[in-house]
């Protein structure tokens, strides 16, 4: 069974930077595409960013382009998303998600049970 946990979420200030990690296990991190989301209390889960199974590829929400770096280590079995110039508006629960190349939550299918990361002006 595939499991994904996240970790490295905390309080930040504006402006400071966080990285989270999202370990694979029950099954080898290269076999899988990998997400990152976040969900704010009273909204949808947003997608923020996207990697393909060798890190050649990558995609991010246009909120975080540029500011948010996704990268993988597939020795590792490990995901990870670099949060630099982090903004109030950021703060959400982050979620790590395994099996899609999209965009859309609903196509994954091995979630993890998210990371709160909170921003304070």
């Known amino acids: 069974q595939v499991q994904l946990a996240e970790s490295g979420g905390g309080l930040v200030q504006a402006g400071g930077s966080l990285r989270l990690s999202c370990v694979v296990s029950?099954?080898?991190?290269?076999?899988?595409?990998m997400g990152w989301f976040r969900q704010a209390p009273g909204k949808e889960r947003e997608f923020v960013a996207v990697?393909?199974?060798?890190?050649?590829?990558?995609y991010y929400a246009a909120s975080v382009k540029d500011r948010f770096t996704i990268s993988r280590d597939n020795a590792k079995n490990t995901a990870y998303l670099q949060m630099n110039s982090l903004k109030p508006e950021d703060s959400a629960v982050y979620y790590c998600?395994?099996?899609?190349?999209?965009?859309?939550?609903?196509?994954?299918?091995?979630w993890g049970q998210g990371t709160q990361v909170t921003v304070s002006s």
């Open positions: 998600a395994a099996g899609s190349i999209g965009t859309v939550y609903r196509e994954y299918r091995y």
């Open positions: 029950g099954s080898t991190l290269i076999t899988y595409p």
């Open positions: 990697i393909n199974w060798n890190g050649g590829n990558t």
